[in-house]
């Protein structure tokens, strides 16, 4: 809870049923003050004390145990306590307090405890408001630095059009064919140019191989590999082939030519198979 909530606010950090006032002399040194130098008739006044904290504020007041009445009070702000509150320099159970009116004037009052203990919860309840106050102003310091980085430095522009205003856009022909490398040249104009085959040059006209010619029709060897050929692949049956053939039938040859005698009858047969 930040100071500004906490202005309708008291906390009472402690009471202490009953201390001494004393009315001191003028201070002597500027070391200090003595409680060695205070007079028991300087004892002005009896009563409670009690240490409130207010906003950043921190406030002794001295008060009457019965009727609450004010009988004085000290105000300790920020960073000044040394010069509200001053320990004697020869006791820790008595102090220097530096009153107010509320008018400006101020005055300066011995304070004395009847117990060390008590003086020394005197002094940390002054300490935890410190703490406190810091704390305090430490953490409005990040929410304050938090909320300025989020402040969008740059102001509100208005992006919508005017009355009578309008918006041009150009969109470019998207390509009916062509994907790639392709249609990126036709957009852009370019020719591609198709990579040639080279082929090697034919060979020279004597490394060529010429398929042999045919026999004449006439060669016996040709006759020879032919009739070879045939009749691996196929015979034709023995009857077939004297029908056809008369020259194959010498007997019936034989009985046409004149008788002559024996001898002549081989020569006859003899050139008839020579031819």
């Known amino acids: 809870m930040s100071f500004d909530e906490e202005e309708s606010f008291e906390h009472t950090l402690l009471v202490v049923r009953e201390v001494t006032v004393y009315k001191i002399p003028p201070r002597s040194t500027s070391g200090g003050y ?42 300790i702000y920020p960073g000044q306590r040394e010069s509200s509150v001053e320990p004697a320099l020869d006791s820790s159970r008595y102090f220097v307090l530096k009153i107010e009116d509320g008018n400006g004037k101020h005055a300066f009052i011995g304070l004395g405890f009847n117990e060390r203990n008590e003086a020394f919860d005197f002094n940390v309840a002054l300490s935890d408001h410190d703490k406190y106050v810091s704390r ?18 740059h102001p509100a522009v208005n992006h919508r059009l005017k009355e009578g205003e309008t918006i041009r856009i150009n969109i470019q022909p998207k390509p009916s064919s062509g994907t790639g490398m392709l249609s990126a040249a036709a957009l852009s104009g370019a020719v591609l140019k198709p990579n040639t085959l080279c082929l090697a040059p034919p060979p020279a006209g004597s490394g060529k191989i010429r398929s042999p010619l045919p026999p004449p029709p006439n060669d016996p060897a040709a006759a020879r590999m032919t009739s070879t050929s045939q009749g691996v692949g196929q015979r034709a049956p023995t009857e077939n082939t004297r029908q056809t053939d008369p020259l194959t039938n010498l007997s019936q040859l034989e009985r046409n030519l004149p008788a002559s005698g024996s001898g002549s009858r ?4 003899s050139g008839w198979a020579a031819f």
């Open 34 to 75: 003595k409680c060695g130098e205070w007079l028991q008739s300087d004892k002005i006044w009896s009563g409670r004390l009690r240490v409130v904290s207010c906003k950043d504020r921190c406030e002794i007041r001295l008060e009457d145990p019965n009727s609450a009445e004010l009988f004085a009070a000290c105000f």
């Open 136 to 153: 305090e102003n430490e953490k409005e310091a990040s929410e304050k630095n938090a909320t300025d980085s989020l402040i969008d430095i």
């Open 266 to 269: 081989k020569t006859t047969a």
